[in-house]
Each structure stands twice: as C-alpha cells, then as structure tokens.
C-alpha cells in the first residue's frame, strides 16, 4: 500500500508523509487493507496512525539486528534485518506463519518483495 505525488515521492526531506498527501478515502482504504493483514511490514520510518496500530503484528525492517529480535517497545513487533534471516523468520518470531503481509515502505522495504506480490496497490495523488 502506497501513495506517492505526481513525480513519484512518498515522504518529505524528514522522511515524513507531507499532509498534502493524505486524504480521507485513501486513508480509509489503507487502514481497511492493514486490518484484513495478518502482519504488516515497514521502514523504521514507516508506519500507520491508527490508533490500533500497536496492537497489529508487524515486521520492523532495520539494520539494527543481527537476524530477527523481538521489538524491545512494540509487543506484536519483530525487527527483522532483510540481508541475514528470510522475513518468515521474524513473522514466525510473533506468531504469523502464514496470511496475507501488507508492506507499507518505504521504497527500499517495497523493494524487498518484487516478485513476491499478489497486489500492489499504488495510489497517485496527481496534483501535490
């Protein structure tokens, strides 16, 4: 799940979402995707603003680990380390081993999964 501006950007120079890029039924679809996810997968940057957020299982993608750790903050979070374990690894850490991921980026996580997709879903806000 993502949206982008017309000349292809996510974030800001803060890597923050610019408000510009929001709106309400683009918001809405997001967060029906995350809560029919089993598990959802982002940057240490990314991440969704519902309130039920915390709850979801999620993926932390970083450097920051060795393989797979348990998030030390986050109770249903793993960070998972993309060059030394397979992301089944740190699903199977918080308990999904199977269902549908939703990856939430940024580019580099994105990146990780072409090839492994069923859909992705790209929306354009043409005029930001």
């Known amino acids: 799940f993502v949206i982008v501006s017309a000349d292809g950007r996510l974030t800001d120079a803060d890597h923050r979402q610019p408000n510009a890029l929001r709106n309400k039924a683009d918001h809405r679809f997001f967060v029906a995707g995350l809560k029919r996810a089993d598990v959802v997968i982002h940057g240490r940057n990314s991440g969704d603003s519902d ?48 269902g549908m991921a939703a990856v939430i980026g940024g580019p580099a996580v994105f990146a990780l999964f072409f090839g492994r997709y069923e859909v992705f879903w790209l929306s354009r806000a043409a005029r930001v």
């Open 51 to 98: 309130p039920k957020a915390r709850a979801r299982h999620r993926v932390i993608v970083t450097r920051g680990v060795a393989t797979v750790a348990r998030h030390p903050d986050i109770p249903n979070a793993a960070l998972w380390n993309p060059a030394h374990a397979p992301v089944e690894d740190a699903a199977a850490l918080i308990g999904v081993t199977q």
